[in-house]
């Protein structure tokens, strides 16, 4: 089993900042995922990333496997940006979940 | 549209009852999975399909049952068996089993038993 584990649990940021999500998890993996979860309920994905760095629009996700980190950055943050970000490690067939961080943006 | 669609949304149900909760996809995936998350607790895995006719036990199968018949469907069945079933549970699918392929999800069905 893959122990995920985010950082922070909560963060308030005021419009236009730039936000960064952690995510790190115990065992080697061979990919993580980002996800986005709206207040109704509904999950989106975002990335998923075996190595280095993906970016679009303003969400860039990086991730080191040496380290055992990932990390979900938005530029230019929007009140639109506010839910739950969510990290999930991939291990042979399975996901294993961080908690999640909720975001909230303040116009 | 292509997308996976969960009915009902919300759902009520007394204890000692059986309930089923419906996921379809049309997105010709052939991996589908159950997950039920509860506050404060990241998603967890209940049941997984990689392919139809076969299905696998997640960490938290007691007191759930699933079918995978056809390739769109992958329906769960909440037991009487399961202790604590009040909870938000989410289908995905994925085209193929884990291999770096991100998973698709529906909007959800919020269980509540009483």
């Known amino acids: 089993k893959n122990e995920v584990e985010q950082s922070p649990q909560n963060l308030t940021a005021q419009e236009g900042e730039f936000i960064t999500i952690n995510c790190s998890y115990s065992v080697g993996i061979s990919a993580l995922h980002w996800l986005q979860q709206h207040p109704g309920g509904g999950i989106v994905s975002l990335f998923m990333l075996s190595s280095g760095k993906k970016k679009h629009g303003r969400l860039i996700a990086t991730i080191n496997i040496q380290e055992k980190h990932s990390s979900l950055h938005i530029t230019a943050s929007h009140p639109r940006d506010s839910a739950v970000y969510i990290c999930?490690?991939?291990?042979?067939?399975?996901?294993?979940f961080g908690t999640g961080t909720s975001l909230t943006v303040i116009p | 549209d292509g997308g996976i669609t969960q009915s009902p949304k919300y759902l009520f149900r007394k204890e000692g009852q059986n309930v089923t909760l419906s996921c379809e996809q049309n997105l010709n995936h052939d991996a589908m999975y159950w997950y039920r998350q509860d506050p404060g607790q990241g998603l967890r895995l209940i049941y997984y399909?990689?392919?139809?006719?076969?299905?696998q036990k997640g960490d938290i199968a007691e007191g759930y049952s699933v079918s995978r018949e056809k390739k769109e469907s992958f329906p769960l069945t909440v037991t009487s068996a399961q202790k604590n079933p009040t909870a938000f549970y989410l289908c995905a699918s994925s085209i193929g089993p884990g291999d770096a392929n991100e998973q698709y999800f529906g909007p959800g069905t919020r269980l509540t038993v009483t």
């Open positions: 999930a490690s991939l291990t042979g067939n399975q996901f294993y």
């Open positions: 399909s990689q392919i139809v006719n076969d299905f």
